[in-house]
């Protein structure tokens, strides 16, 4: 990830092995095992910015350009199960957030991928300067709440409070500071290595959300209305989601199948990365292919996500936007078909496979092996939220053709001016 983003150049952070295991016994525990204990705090965060965001005028369509509304929304759900309240709703820090993020994820890109290597250290430094500004002022209100409670749970500590005592917030960072602060024993914490890492870190498990969700919506937009999708995901969406207390428990999501597999599809169309699965050359004298291609050391090899996720030994009509196609491999395995809605617990059985999100050397948009993506089973969920709130309560108008994915780098994205017309539902 360092050389492709090159953040070796832009962000001049030592990222060490310990740094590395941080973060993945943090994913594990917060957003995958304790996942119980935000997802109201998710719900609610992101239903509020959907509103806002989408409108609630029930009679006149509203335009609705995805990536840039699908940024916010993103971007004040997240800083919810992050900082907590207020600074999620303060928008001098959102607006200051964008601005980061934007310019970040231009320069990571260019620099990263559309500059060559021995290029890259110079062009980082003109790159640097307003990056550095735009972080000093975007980090300016977080570094000081990590520092606080970074000293609060020092404080703690001593006074031997237990955790479930604690008075301090429960949230991405304050849990990133305490699995810090575990594993690194007694090593000192350096204060701004700890707040560059952490202000870095929070916004990762979200960002590759904001293309997902929007290429997500386009297909839904876009699919044959005799396909009847929309209306499918709803009545799913409704059927399960039917009050509060299925929002605020993270299991109801693993019973929207039709979501599931129509975000899949949409994951295996439009992949975020187009190159998974990335490996360094390392042995002394390099590695012969069985087709006798030598790589030298040194060399970087990958798997191709599009072509493997379109080839028709794998997924037949490829090229296809099939979003019940997950759905129908799991009911054609039971012996039934898409229509029925099988009630054995077999049945039941063989869908719930479908979340297991599994890294397979056919299915790549969060990488495979061992090096896949950590944060993968909250993307997936978090995405599941996004279409379920959506599809139940917006009316999305029809677009005949699909504005085509646009290619950044290594990157495959909806283009920045894709819109789609929504209307409020009304509901007694």
């Known amino acids: 990830m360092n050389q492709n983003l090159s953040l070796d150049h832009l962000l001049p952070i030592a990222r060490s092995a310990m740094d590395v295991k941080i973060v993945v016994v943090l994913i594990n525990q917060f957003l995958t095992q304790n996942i119980d204990r935000i997802q109201s705090d998710l719900a609610d965060e992101l239903r509020r910015n959907i509103d806002q965001e989408f409108g609630k005028d029930c009679h006149n369509w509203q335009p609705v350009r995805l990536l840039e509304v699908m940024l916010r929304v993103v971007l004040r759900t997240s800083a919810r199960i992050s900082w907590g309240l207020p600074l999620c709703r303060d928008e001098s820090y959102i607006r200051s957030l964008t601005r980061l993020i934007s310019l970040h994820t231009g320069a990571m890109i260019m620099c990263g991928q559309l500059t060559p290597w021995f290029l890259q250290p110079l062009l980082s430094i003109f790159l640097r300067v307003p990056l550095y500004f735009v972080q000093k002022r975007g980090w300016a209100a977080t570094t000081s709440l990590i520092k606080e409670w970074l000293a609060q749970i020092k404080q703690e500590e001593k006074e031997q409070i237990s955790e479930k005592d604690s008075r301090v917030p429960y949230n991405l960072v304050t849990s990133f500071i305490r699995v810090s602060h575990r594993l690194r024993g007694s090593e000192k914490l350096d204060e701004g290595h700890l707040s560059a890492f952490i202000n870095f870190f929070v916004l990762l498990p979200f960002m590759t959300t904001v293309p997902s969700a929007c290429a997500a919506i386009l297909d839904i937009a876009s699919s044959p209305p005799e396909m009847g999708l929309h209306q499918q995901l709803r009545q799913e969406a409704a059927n399960i989601l039917s009050s509060e207390k299925e929002w605020a428990a993270p299991t109801s999501f693993k019973k929207l199948w039709y979501t599931d597999s129509a975000i899949r599809e949409t994951l295996r169309l439009t992949p975020a ?31 191709s996500t599009f072509d493997i996720h379109t080839d028709e030994k794998f997924y037949p009509e490829g090229q296809s936007y099939k979003p019940y196609r997950f759905v129908e491999e799991q009911t054609n395995e039971n012996g039934s078909g898409l229509s029925g809605r099988d009630n054995t617990q077999d049945a039941s059985m063989s869908k719930q496979k479908m979340h297991m999100v599994a890294a397979t050397s056919t299915y790549l948009p969060f990488g495979s092996g061992r090096h896949a993506c950590p944060a993968r089973h909250f993307a997936v969920h978090f995405l599941k939220m996004i279409v379920a709130y959506i599809v139940l309560n917006y009316d999305i108008e029809h677009l005949d053709k699909r504005p085509d994915n646009m290619i950044w780098g290594e990157h495959m994205l909806v283009p920045p001016s894709a819109t789609v017309r929504v209307r409020r539902r009304k509901v007694n």
């Open 273 to 303: 990365v187009l190159h998974a699965s990335n490996r360094e050359v390392i042995h002394p004298s390099g590695i012969t292919l069985p087709t006798g291609q030598h790589l030298p050391r040194g060399m970087w090899v990958a798997a």
